[in-house]
């Protein structure tokens, strides 16, 4: 007799340790409703007598043995200052017994002999996690359903960002299955998209009249052979029908065309831990990998008007002005005899010094353009 088939719908590893087999996302979600009880899953806290009443019954524990697992578990137990004592959280106390106490306090020490203190992006880092972690909103409306599917998604730098493009995220964003492709290509952060196109040498304070995500709003994400184009706005444009027509061209598998606004969450098939497409701009290529997909507890944020749900956001160093090496640089300059390099990358302030007299009058013959640093999302 044949093998049973494993059921497509619940993740498998294709390549172990590293990805998943291609699974739709929606029916992971009901495979696991089908399994759980609504209790499982509930954002109700259950009644502690209860709880360990049903916890005894399911491992089949005596009474007895429940009392001593409660008194040997508690959170008492693990008390390392005097109960009528408020701790300092900041502060690991001398000779833990903990080992996680143990790594904090060695972190401590070594922090402290080296003088370090924390940057903004650390103390930003932490305010990120805990402003978000069990949060509930105030009106119940906004709640997150109970059985809702949470995806962690991370976004990589752009491929031409060669220092950080495979290797760290540049954000790490929690999103609800309901949500859909455009969402999620909203709260992406790009400094492309802040870029202004144009020279303006002799117009230097002359506002743009726009930036290039305004301008250039075309832009697709590419999953599991499917390309989801932005079609929200009249200027858009599908940047994608020229891959599709190369692939046809060329006996590739055939790929298909979608509305990434049209398209949510649990209407995926993908898979966990692979790298997807995103692109915009042209050509400003992102990887997408999903690392995560699981239903939602009561201990996450359940604040829906809070996602797409920021996480973690990567720090860049800046690119300094190459005068005073001190400000972000501004404005970079080309055919410029006043720059120590070409191109040139100023701050506000040295571009202005160097490049016109008091008068605002221009000085020389440069070509001069504005510059958005990727630090400016730090």
């Not at 109960?83 to 401590?108: A, S, W």
């Not at 960002?161 to 964003?173: G, V, W």
Request: hydrophobic fraction near 35%.
């Amino acid at each position: 007799m044949a093998a049973a088939e494993p059921n497509a719908n619940i993740p498998d590893y294709e390549h172990t340790e590293v990805n998943t087999k291609p699974f739709h996302i929606d029916s992971f979600r009901q495979e696991w409703l089908n399994r759980l009880k609504p209790s499982s899953y509930s954002f109700q806290q259950q009644d502690e007598d209860t709880f360990h009443a049903n916890f005894a019954e399911e491992m089949g524990v005596r009474a007895e043995t429940m009392a001593e697992l409660k008194s040997v578990c508690s959170i008492e137990s693990l008390r390392c200052h005097p109960k009528d004592q408020k701790p300092n959280m900041e502060v690991v106390p001398p000779d833990p017994t903990l080992k996680t106490l143990i790594q904090r306090k060695k972190r401590q020490d070594h922090r402290a002999s080296l003088k370090i203190t924390k940057n903004r992006h650390d103390l930003y880092a932490d305010e990120l996690e805990r402003v978000t972690v069990g949060k509930k909103p105030e009106e119940i409306t906004d709640i997150v359903p109970e059985g809702e599917v949470i995806l962690v998604i991370n976004v990589y730098y752009p491929a031409v960002a060669d220092k950080f493009a495979y290797t760290r995220p540049h954000m790490t964003l929690q999103m609800t299955g309901s949500h859909s492709l455009a969402e999620l290509r909203d709260a992406i952060c790009c400094s492309s998209d802040l870029q202004v196109c144009g020279e303006f040498s002799n117009t230097p304070d002359v506002a743009p009249a726009f930036i290039s995500k305004d301008h250039y709003k075309s832009a697709f994400f590419f999953f599991e052979g499917v390309f989801y184009n932005d079609c929200r706005f009249p200027e858009c444009q599908d940047i994608s029908v020229t891959t599709v027509e190369w692939l046809k061209a060329n006996n590739f598998p055939p790929c298909t065309q979608a509305k990434m606004e049209d398209t949510r969450f649990t209407d995926l098939k993908v898979k966990v831990g692979y790298p997807y497409l995103y692109c915009h701009q042209g050509d400003c290529e992102h990887l997408i990998i999903i690392t995560d997909i699981r239903l939602a507890h009561k201990t996450d944020c359940l604040d829906r008007a809070l996602y797409p749900l920021l996480t973690h956001k990567h720090r860049i160093t800046t690119e300094k002005c190459a005068v005073c090496h001190l400000f972000i640089g501004r404005w970079f300059t080309t055919n410029d005899e006043f720059a120590p390099s070409d191109p040139c990358l100023f701050c506000d302030k040295c571009f202005r010094m160097l490049h016109y007299d008091p008068e605002g009058n221009k000085l020389g013959d440069f070509l001069a353009y504005p510059y958005v640093d990727r630090g400016a999302f730090n």
